[in-house]
């Protein structure tokens, strides 16, 4: 249970603290390391608590996604999208689809850090 609250607080805090509305650019790589910002070929998608679930599997599959992994408390997916999909023109798709999505993000790269024992 404990588990479970910290997971989903985790990726509660991720999803708000990303903004939406960056530019992104498929495979953008930064100079320092030369690592992805984030997984190419997923997304976060969190729906509106209106939607049915019908209109949810209906997206997903017109669009051909595939839902990686489902976080019901969140209201939101990982989604696999497919073959020659880039993350970016996922967005603009899914953006376009705001009656049914609150939010979209790509699957950001984190880490956690540990309190150093003082």
Do not use: W
């Amino acid at each position: 249970m404990r588990k479970l609250l910290v997971n989903t607080l985790i990726l509660f805090l991720i999803l708000n603290f990303c903004v939406v509305s960056c530019s992104f650019d498929e495979g953008k790589v930064s100079n320092e390391k030369q690592k992805v910002n984030f997984v190419s070929g997923e997304i976060l998608i969190r729906y509106k608590t209106d939607v049915e679930l019908s209109e949810r599997d209906n997206f997903k599959k017109k669009h051909n996604f595939i839902v990686l992994k489902e976080l019901i408390s969140l209201n939101t997916e990982l989604i696999k999208l497919p073959e020659g999909m880039t993350v970016k023109e996922a967005l603009d798709l899914c953006k376009n689809h705001s009656n049914i999505i609150k939010n979209v993000e790509p699957n950001y790269h984190r880490a956690l850090m540990e309190a150093q024992d003082e």
